[in-house]
């Protein structure tokens, strides 16, 4: 008989356990079994809720997207005017929710995953057209017509900051890594001034 409301609780756990292993491995080799015995279930169980591997890592991508999220939202409604707004989504960018050594293992494969799977390939773009709205929205106010060229460098800058900080070796600097991009924002930012 299965337990009411286990469910949510199993498949969390999945997804937890389906980062860490990603992020201990450094790829998506990793099998249902491992990811399942990490989180204390059968790999017929994961099946079960996720009916497989891609399902699972997809899953727990929208997981990390789901709290990047919430991290630029806490981020802008704590800002004040557009220059705090950007600010805030840089430094979101890299806010150890987002950087800490597992997530980062995720994100750098989920880049490879939609290379070959439409589903990654449509959350990738989600996160792609959002931060670029979220950042020209801010922009326009501050350098007019370039906002759109302005926010294609800077997301470009953000999320090549993100992996040139992930493959060093030690620990990553998720500040440094933001002030890396507050820099190229402060330079375009300059420029039309």
Not at 51 to 70: D, N, P, V, W
Not at 85 to 100: D, E, H, K, T, W
Request: overall charge positive; aromatic content about 6%; hydrophobic content about 45%.
């Amino acid at each position: 008989m299965p337990k009411v409301g286990m469910e949510p609780i199993r498949k969390a756990a999945l997804v937890k356990a389906t980062i860490t292993e990603i992020g201990r491995t450094g790829s998506l080799d990793v099998t249902v079994s491992q990811i399942a015995k990490r989180a204390g279930m059968s790999s017929a169980l994961a099946h079960h809720y996720f009916g497989s591997k891609e399902q699972i890592f997809l899953a727990a991508m929208r997981h990390i997207l789901t709290l990047y999220g919430a991290e630029v939202r806490g981020a802008l409604a704590a800002a004040e005017g557009p220059r705090g707004r950007l600010q805030g989504i840089v430094r979101a960018s890299f806010a150890s929710s987002s950087f800490r050594r597992e997530t980062i293992g995720a994100w750098l494969n989920f880049y490879v995953l939609a290379q070959t799977l439409p589903e990654a390939r449509r959350l990738l773009g989600i996160y792609q057209r959002r931060l670029n709205s979220n950042l020209c929205h801010d922009l326009r106010p501050l350098v007019g017509v370039r906002a759109e060229a302005v926010a294609q460098g800077l997301g470009a800058m953000i999320d090549g900051v993100y992996i040139r900080e992930a493959l060093k070796a030690g620990t990553p600097d998720g500040a440094g890594a933001a002030e890396i991009v507050m820099d190229y924002l402060e330079r375009e930012l300059e420029t039309t001034e």
